[in-house]
């Protein structure tokens, strides 16, 4: 697929099946990670593959932290099929660096900017993803499961596969809602 094509064109796919991404497509998906825009060289990243029985043990873990915060069936249920909505669940980590010159949230910026490539790579390869956060993305325990530090935040699952459903329809935008020229006073 062409450049821009891909750029312009991106969709998300809710709906998500097997197979997962070849270990060719995966080395793409991640050099296209590894090269996001990333001020000092910190390399803020870090990338935690969930897959197999993994997915399984992932909603087990979700469905035992929410059985313990007292939630309801429906919600439990949910949490056991989380980890089985894709055949790869690929949680992106801003591994934050102590840098007296690059604060935590660039180097968050830069961790989703490297989650964003990966989507945009996944699209470009004819693969479905879609970036996901929910409270598992910012429970303690969930992160500490995965192996995160304290500094470490993770900032979103890409849910990566093949699509279910046909091309989604592209909204237009209309450029003049959303940039304007500054005039200096
Ligand atoms: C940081 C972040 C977190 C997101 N979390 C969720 C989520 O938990 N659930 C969800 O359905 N979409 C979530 N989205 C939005 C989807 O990834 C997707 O962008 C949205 O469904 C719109 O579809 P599109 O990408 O095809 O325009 C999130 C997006 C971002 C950037």
Same mark, same amino acid.
């Given at each position: 697929?062409?450049?821009?094509?891909?750029?312009?064109?991106?969709? /998300?796919?809710?709906? *998500?099946?097997?197979?997962?991404?070849?270990?060719? #497509?995966?080395?793409?998906?991640?050099?296209?990670?590894?090269?996001?825009?990333?001020?000092?060289?910190?390399?803020?990243?870090? +990338?935690? &593959?969930?897959?197999?029985?993994? &997915? $399984? #043990? +992932?909603?087990?873990?979700?469905?035992?932290?929410? #059985?313990?915060?007292?939630?309801?069936?429906?919600?439990?249920?949910?949490?056991?099929?989380?980890?089985?909505?894709?055949? !790869? *669940? $690929?949680?992106?980590?801003?591994?934050?660096?102590?840098?007296?010159?690059?604060? /935590? *949230?660039? #180097?968050?910026? %830069?961790?989703?900017?490297?989650?964003? /490539?990966?989507? !945009?790579?996944?699209?470009?390869?004819?693969?479905?993803?879609?970036? @996901? /956060?929910?409270?598992?993305? +910012?429970? @303690?325990?969930?992160?500490?499961?995965?192996?995160?530090?304290?500094?470490?935040?993770?900032?979103?699952? *890409?849910?990566?596969? %093949?699509?279910?459903?046909?091309?989604?329809?592209?909204?237009?935008?209309?450029?003049?809602?959303?940039?304007?020229?500054?005039?200096? @006073?």
């Amino acid at each position: 697929m062409d450049a821009i094509e891909n750029l312009t064109h991106r969709v /998300s796919s809710p709906k *998500i099946i097997d197979p997962g991404p070849s270990e060719e #497509q995966w080395e793409i998906l991640m050099q296209s990670a590894l090269r996001a825009p990333d001020h000092g060289m910190l390399r803020p990243w870090r +990338f935690i &593959r969930i897959e197999g029985q993994g &997915r $399984v #043990q +992932f909603g087990k873990l979700l469905h035992d932290i929410k #059985q313990h915060e007292g939630a309801e069936q429906r919600v439990l249920d949910k949490c056991l099929k989380a980890g089985l909505r894709a055949p !790869l *669940i $690929v949680a992106v980590v801003a591994a934050i660096k102590p840098s007296e010159k690059i604060p /935590s *949230i660039e #180097q968050e910026y %830069s961790a989703a900017a490297a989650a964003n /490539s990966m989507v !945009l790579a996944a699209h470009a390869l004819g693969l479905a993803s879609i970036w @996901r /956060s929910g409270w598992a993305c +910012f429970h @303690r325990e969930v992160c500490t499961a995965l192996g995160l530090s304290e500094q470490e935040k993770l900032v979103g699952y *890409i849910y990566i596969g %093949s699509p279910a459903m046909g091309t989604k329809q592209v909204p237009d935008h209309e450029l003049s809602s959303f940039v304007e020229r500054w005039v200096p @006073r």
